[in-house]
Structure formats: C-alpha cells, structure tokens
C-alpha cells in the first residue's frame, strides 16, 4: 500500500514531540530555558480558538537503553475545534521528523503517555512524570482524560452530543464554508467508527443541503460585485514543478481544498464535481479544451460570478482564485485563444499575474509577472506584464522549502491586488468627486 501523502492529512488531534538539540543544532544560541518558552508560546499561538485545547510536558529525567541521559523535550498533545492540516504543524513546531507528529486516534493513551502512565511504560520503569508538571490549555482536564472519561458518559447524555455536534457541523457548512469531507473527518475524529459512520448516514443529506445553501447565498453576494477574483498562469516545462507549485498555492490559500476538473476530456467541464471551493486549478489547460474564449472570460471574471452547465447540474461557480498551468509561454498560450480579433485586455485583466519557472545552474526558478495596463492598448497589453520578484525553488524542489516559497508568492500577489484595487477605488472616488463638483457649479451657474 502507497504511503499517504501526510501533506494531505488534516485532523483534530495531534501528539507532537519537539527536540531541544534538534532544533540547538539550528540555533547554537538556544537554552533550555528560552526553548522551553519558544514552546509554550507556540503552541498558545497555534490554538486560537476558544474551544481548541492543548497540554505540554517537558521530558528532562528520560533514559535511554546505554541507560544514558536523553535531551530535552516537549511533548504536546493537541485537540483542535477544527482540523489542521499537518504540514502545517510540523512546520511551525520544526519537528524533525514524521514520526514526531502523529495523528491521535486514542486520546486516553495518548494523555496518559505523557506522564508515562501506560501499562508498557510502568512495566518498563520509565520515570513517571507528575501530573502538576503537565501545562495546559483552561478548558482542559488532565485526570479525566487519562481515565478515559468523556462529556458522552451516558448513552442519554451522548445522544444530545451527537445532535449537538451535528448542529455545529450543519452551522459551519451553511454559515462558514465547511467542505463535506472535512465534515466527515470530524465526525470520525470525534466518535468511534461506526458511531461516526451511522451519523454521517443520518446527517449526510442535510449537510449536502447545508452546502448548497452557502454556496448560494456566496453567489448572490459576489453577484452583486463582490467576487474579487484573480486569474493566475503557471508556465514551465516538464519537471519544474509547477503542478505541485499550483497545489501548494491552492492549500495555502484554501485549507479547505481545491476544486481540480480533468482536461483529458474533448471538453473541459469545469463544474462536474464541483463544491463550491474558493480555489480551481487547472493543469495543462489550453484553447484546445473546448471552450470559447467568451467562456474563458466568464470565468475569469474579476467582478461577476457566474453559472456553468454541466452534465450532471447547473453549478454556482464562486471561487476567487483560478490557478492554470502549460508548458507554453503565456503570450503563445493567451494568443491561440482568439480565432481572429486579438482581445489581449480582456484576457489580461482577468488574468494579471504569470508565474515563468525556469531552470538555470541546476536550480529551478520562479518570476511573477504582473500586467500594468488599465486600458486596452491593442498588441502592446502583450507588453503590459512587469517583472515583479523571482524566487528560488533550489535544486531538488524540496517539499518544505516549495511551501515557503509558495507562501511568499501568494502574500505578494495578494499584496499587489490589493494595492491595485485600492487605487482604482481611490481613482473612481475622485472621478466621482469631480463629476459633482462639475454638477453643483452648473447648477449654480442657472441659478
């Protein structure tokens, strides 16, 4: 069986251990004092939630089997409201390897592993921490959580849990975006298997109508002007990585997924499958598609959202960011879109920002291209983009350093969009204040 992709990976709970001569090794500078606070503030700042809940405990009497003295560390349990992605968190705490971060299946030996308070580790003599040394989040209860006891400690009790916690979910769904498989991952971190699976039995129609209600109420919110959406263009050749660079682009922007058509059909439909996810990608998509350039322009629309037909429904099509990628150069590629007049503006606008991944000395580079223009220019929009930052991908695509670097370009191209939707708000108020200037002397000129 292939190894899960643990980039994928989202979850509620998670068992963390963090090094202190890992992470000396990157900081020679670094005490254990100062690493024990570098900890504590981490972690708070991770759970921002109310309901989010955490204990931490630092490891300083472990031995190993020479029977010598193990380094310090952290362990650290997490119970999120909502689920994290994984990568996320090994980021953040720097672990230093997979297995230091694990996803919790059985909280109660989890809890009480951190005191070492399991059978297997009593039996082993390993020292047992006290539990006055376990730092933890207010709404947290070491001891009941080492006994296994839980709020569902009667089957009455557990029954309007599960109706609550099924009324959450439906809230998050209608009101918050919640896509229906993290839903489903809720349920199934929360209850046991088949508990989990009997309520998404239950409840599964509802949340689908839960979805549908959100994504309707977004599309007549962006109907009204309110989509600000960005087209974006990857180009590159084989092995350049800009298919992961557009899922690592997609993740950050939406933890919630992505919404990925195929385009090995005659026809793109671009609204089978689809959930109502603020990102698209779009791999190795060209005019040859089956979709006019009129269509294009509907999609790509800044301002406006808009319906799609597709072979199983009409979908409301409400996301704000489209990511496509080819291996053609963007001006060819935007050029094989018209059959005859060349409307260079309308496609540009719609799509200010191309991404160029090159290789030079073994190294593969990416340069964000930003399109200037505010009025049609004819041929000379193709001039339009300005060379805004390149950025190092290094030479292996190294998955950690590819996130950063997709972070870095997503908070620029959200920085220069802003930037440029605040100057043309500030044009057309000005605009707006001139033209009643101009009203108010014509009107007393008749006077």
């Known amino acids: 069986m292939a190894k899960k992709d643990l980039s994928e990976v989202k979850a509620r709970r998670y068992i963390?251990?963090?090094?202190?001569?890992?992470?000396?090794?990157?900081?020679?500078?670094?005490?254990?004092?100062?690493?024990?606070?570098?900890?504590?503030?981490?972690?708070?700042a991770l759970c921002t939630h109310d309901d989010d809940k955490f204990y931490?405990?630092?490891?300083?009497?472990?031995?190993d089997q020479n029977g010598e003295l193990k380094s310090l560390h952290a362990h650290i349990y997490f119970e999120f409201k909502n689920s994290r992605f994984y990568s996320?968190?090994?980021?953040?705490?720097?672990?230093?390897r997979d297995k230091n971060l694990q996803v919790v299946k059985d909280k109660a030996k989890v809890c009480r592993y951190l005191t070492h308070r399991n059978e297997k580790d009593i039996n082993e003599g390993k020292y047992q921490y006290e539990i006055s040394e376990i730092i933890s989040s207010k709404n947290n209860d070491y001891r009941l959580d080492i006994c296994g006891k839980s709020k569902r400690a009667d089957k009455r009790k557990s029954e309007q849990e599960e109706i609550d916690f099924c009324l959450e979910i439906s809230y998050q769904i209608s009101e918050c975006g919640l896509l229906l498989n993290p839903a489903k991952e809720m349920l199934f971190e929360e209850f046991d298997r088949l508990n989990a699976q009997q309520l998404w039995n239950r409840y599964k129609k509802q949340f689908e109508i839960?979805?549908?209600?959100?994504?309707?109420?977004?599309?007549?919110?962006?109907?009204?002007?309110?989509?600000?959406?960005?087209?974006?263009?990857?180009?590159?050749?084989?092995?350049?990585?800009k298919t992961?660079?557009?899922?690592f682009l997609a993740e950050e922007r939406d933890e919630h997924g992505q919404h990925a058509p195929s385009t090995n059909k005659t026809r793109l439909d671009l609204g089978s499958g689809y959930d109502g996810q603020r990102t698209i990608v779009i791999n190795e998509f060209d005019a040859s598609c089956g979709i006019s350039y009129r269509e294009?322009?509907?999609?790509?629309?800044?301002?406006?959202?808009?319906?799609?037909?597709?072979?199983?429904?009409?979908?409301?099509?409400?996301?704000?960011?489209?990511?496509?990628?080819?291996?053609?150069?963007?001006i060819e590629w935007a050029d094989a879109w018209f059959p005859k007049k060349k409307e260079y503006h309308q496609l540009m606008r719609r799509i200010p920002f191309f991404v160029k991944l090159l290789t030079k000395n073994g190294k593969t580079i990416a340069e964000l291209y930003h399109y200037k223009a505010t009025k049609d220019q004819g041929d000379k929009c193709?001039?339009?983009?300005e060379k805004?930052?390149?950025?190092?991908?290094?030479?292996?695509?190294?998955?950690?350093?590819?996130?950063?670097?997709?972070?870095?370009?997503?908070?620029?191209?959200?920085?220069?969009?802003?930037?440029?939707?605040?100057?043309?708000?500030?044009s057309k108020s000005s605009t707006d204040q001139s033209t009643k200037r101009s009203s108010n002397s014509f009107m007393r000129n008749e006077q």
Not at 56 to 63: A, L, P, V
Not at 88 to 96: D, R
Not at 244 to 247: D, I, K, N, P, S
């Open 88 to 96: 996320s968190l090994f980021k953040t705490l720097e672990i230093s």
């Open 382 to 385: 193709k001039e339009a983009y």
């Open 16 to 44: 963390a251990q963090v090094s202190y001569a890992y992470q000396k090794n990157a900081d020679p500078d670094l005490t254990e004092e100062a690493f024990r606070e570098k900890i504590i503030r981490l972690v708070k």
């Open 296 to 330: 294009l322009f509907q999609i790509l629309e800044p301002d406006a959202v808009t319906q799609l037909s597709s072979r199983f429904k009409d979908a409301h099509i409400i996301n704000d960011l489209t990511i496509m990628t080819n291996s053609d150069d963007f």
């Open 210 to 241: 839960n979805r549908q209600e959100y994504i309707d109420k977004e599309f007549i919110r962006m109907s009204k002007g309110n989509r600000n959406h960005i087209g974006l263009y990857l180009e590159g050749s084989g092995g350049t990585g």
């Open 56 to 63: 931490i405990i630092f490891h300083d009497k472990d031995i």
């Open 244 to 247: 992961t660079l557009a899922r």
């Open 388 to 426: 805004v930052k390149t950025y190092n991908l290094g030479k292996t695509l190294d998955e950690e350093h590819l996130r950063k670097q997709a972070k870095k370009l997503l908070s620029d191209i959200r920085s220069l969009h802003q930037k440029k939707i605040k100057k043309a708000t500030t």
